[in-house]
């Protein structure tokens, strides 16, 4: 995820995101600020493999990222765990409490 937030700080505008409900919208700061938060959050915490399907169940927010429009990652916060998978395959998953995805979910800035 490091390597993504580098790559939107140096080429912001070949990024977009597509939210579940399939609308794609540039990534502007906000969005960059809010995914630098979701960074932060997992820092340390970050597993291989598959997630728990707490982390991709039907409530999870769902956000794919895209660099010159096509997929590049996708991340999902749910209840309480975090996942992240790239286009190329590579998946990883954070545990988090509640008490941090439930906020983390609910300071997604919305599209524009």
Avoid: H
Avoid at 79 to 95: K, L, M, Q, S, T
């Amino acid at each position: 995820m490091a390597t993504l937030l580098r790559s939107l700080a140096t080429a912001d505008a070949r990024w977009t995101r597509v939210g579940a409900d399939g609308t794609e919208s540039a990534i502007d700061t906000s969005f960059a600020d809010w995914l630098a938060g979701v960074d932060a959050a997992v820092v340390g915490r970050w597993q291989r493999g598959s997630p728990p399907s707490s982390a991709t169940g039907r409530s999870a927010l769902m956000i794919e990222l895209r660099r010159d429009g096509r997929p590049a990652a996708t991340l999902q916060i749910g209840n309480d765990a975090v996942a992240w998978r790239e286009a190329g395959g590579r998946a990883a998953f954070a545990p988090l409490g509640a008490g941090v995805a439930g906020p983390l979910r609910a300071s997604l800035p919305p599209s524009r």
